[in-house]
Structures are given as C-alpha cells and as structure tokens.
C-alpha cells in the first residue's frame, strides 16, 4: 500500500513539512514517485518516520539520527544496533522515573489542598 505525504502526516502525528526536513537532512531514504511525480510513501518509511519522531522525542539531534539509522540499517552492526537501543530505551527508563516523581509530588499536594 502506499500513501501519499498528507496521509503520513495524519497517520504519524509529524508535519508533512517536518518530514520533508527530514528528507532534505537525509534521514529518509529516496522516495518511490508516482507517475504524477508526487513522492509515495509505504508502510516501512511511515515505521521510519514514528522511529525518527521517538528518538527526536528523547532529545537526540538530527545528525545522531542520521549516525544511528546508518547502524540500524545495517544487518552487519547487529550488536551496536542492539547497544545503541538498550541505551535509548535506558534513556527513557529514566525520565519515566522523573515523571513518577513528580507526578507523585503533585498528587500529595493535591491530597493536602483537598482534605484542608
């Protein structure tokens, strides 16, 4: 199936300009056209994309994305592949913990406030 970028926008939650910078910055490989040259998009770029947006979301720069998706990329890398998510996903571990902190800071807070 193919999607035209209006679609993966939707479809991504990422702004079809947003995915055009991502192409222009070389993290999206060449695009399929259709035969009205509009660029075509498959299930495995949309993949691509929601990848991006999540290693984008943990604050990680455009060119460490390009670096990260070479590795990824290549069945040869599998160990650094494997190394390079462990240590987003231990990234992410820890923010989760922050968050729990501070969501349970505010919830004693709203306790106190409501039983005065």
Do not use: W
């Not at 990329?73 to 968050?99: T, V």
């Amino acid at each position: 199936m193919e999607y035209k970028i209006k679609e993966v926008s939707e479809i991504t939650n990422i702004s079809q300009s947003k995915i055009r910078y991502y192409e222009k910055e070389g993290l999206l490989p060449g695009f399929k056209r259709d035969k009205n040259n509009i660029r075509v998009f498959s299930k495995k770029d949309i993949e691509l994309l929601n990848l991006i947006r999540c290693l984008r979301n943990i604050g990680m720069s455009v060119k460490e994305i390009r670096t990260n998706l070479d590795i990824l990329s290549d069945s040869r890398n599998n160990q650094l592949a494997i190394n390079i998510l462990m240590e987003h996903r231990s990234k992410l571990e820890k923010q989760r913990k922050i968050l729990k902190s501070y969501i349970e800071k505010i919830n004693l807070n709203l306790e106190s406030r409501q039983n005065n």
